[in-house]
């Protein structure tokens, strides 16, 4: 199964190491191929100072974890995607948040699911009728 996965997941696990969000990632790596869109390595970098602060751990640990996790996913660049998914994705999240096109945009292209901790994303979207959307409970029939 292919299983992209939005900023808040990886952003869930650098804060958290040892958490659960992290547990989930390396069982899913065992059977899935997870991917991340190319805007996820720019946000996580935008919030390193955030990161740093919440995990308590030094720069060098967290880079070296962000390094870890960013090199078991598989990345799909913006140029990657057609003009016609990145307009379906901007219609379906067009009035949640534009920030999420490129998650949806790279879920829909892959067709695979979206692992989000996005509450009213996932509302917006199934609202629309996209159901490959799920949260850290629901993305566990995938293990």
């Known amino acids: 199964m292919k299983i992209v996965a939005d900023t808040n997941i990886l952003f869930s696990i650098l804060i958290k190491p040892s958490g659960k969000t992290y547990e989930l990632f390396n069982t899913l790596t065992i059977k899935n191929t997870l991917f991340i869109a190319?805007?996820?390595?720019?946000?996580?970098?935008?919030?390193?100072?955030?990161?740093?602060?919440?995990?308590h751990?030094?720069?060098?640990?967290?880079s070296t974890f962000k390094r870890?996790?960013?090199?078991?996913?598989?990345?799909?660049?913006?140029?990657?995607?057609?003009?016609?998914?990145?307009?379906e994705a901007y219609n379906l999240v067009k009035n949640v948040d534009l920030d999420d096109a490129a998650f949806v945009a790279t879920t829909i292209f892959l067709k695979a699911v979206l692992w989000s901790s996005d509450k009213p994303l996932k509302k917006a979207l199934q609202e629309k009728g996209f159901y490959n959307i799920?949260?850290?409970?629901?993305?566990?029939?995938?293990?």
């Open 38 to 55: 190319e805007r996820t390595i720019a946000e996580l970098s935008k919030h390193s100072n955030k990161i740093l602060k919440l995990s």
């Open 134 to 143: 799920f949260d850290s409970e629901t993305i566990q029939i995938f293990l």
């Open 68 to 87: 870890e996790l960013l090199n078991r996913c598989k990345v799909i660049t913006d140029l990657q995607l057609p003009s016609k998914i990145i307009q």
């Open 57 to 62: 751990l030094n720069e060098i640990e967290v």
